[in-house]
């Protein structure tokens, strides 16, 4: 293999792994539910990654910024998956599994 075509296939997987960072999932809420230090409300949201902050987009357009750390697990996820608790009356969100991803989003209390 040259070195031409070994550039090309770098520039293509960086390319891929920056649209698929660029993906949206989406999560149901039944309930008020509290992400680190913001509040949502129950409905349908579209939850996107750019950089440190995880975006929350409801279904009227609204969209809320949380710091998130994105980790990595061993294996895909099947499915979008919330981990929460449910303290105060509220329930929070302590990680998102992305559904056919290893991504994870954690986020702090």
Do not use: C, W
Not at 27 to 39: N, R
């Amino acid at each position: 293999m040259t070195v031409k075509s070994l550039v090309i296939i770098s520039v293509l997987a960086i390319a891929a792994a920056g649209i698929a960072a660029a993906r949206s999932y989406s999560v149901t809420l039944t309930a008020p539910t509290k992400v680190g230090a913001t509040e949502l409300k129950p409905g349908e949201y579209e939850v996107s990654v750019k950089g440190s902050q995880a975006i929350f987009t409801s279904d009227s357009g609204k969209s809320f910024s949380v710091p998130v750390t994105v980790g990595q697990s061993e294996k895909k996820f099947s499915d979008t998956m919330v981990d929460s608790s449910s303290k105060d009356g509220h329930d929070n969100i302590k990680e998102i599994d992305l559904g056919g991803s290893t991504m994870k989003l954690q986020f702090g209390q």
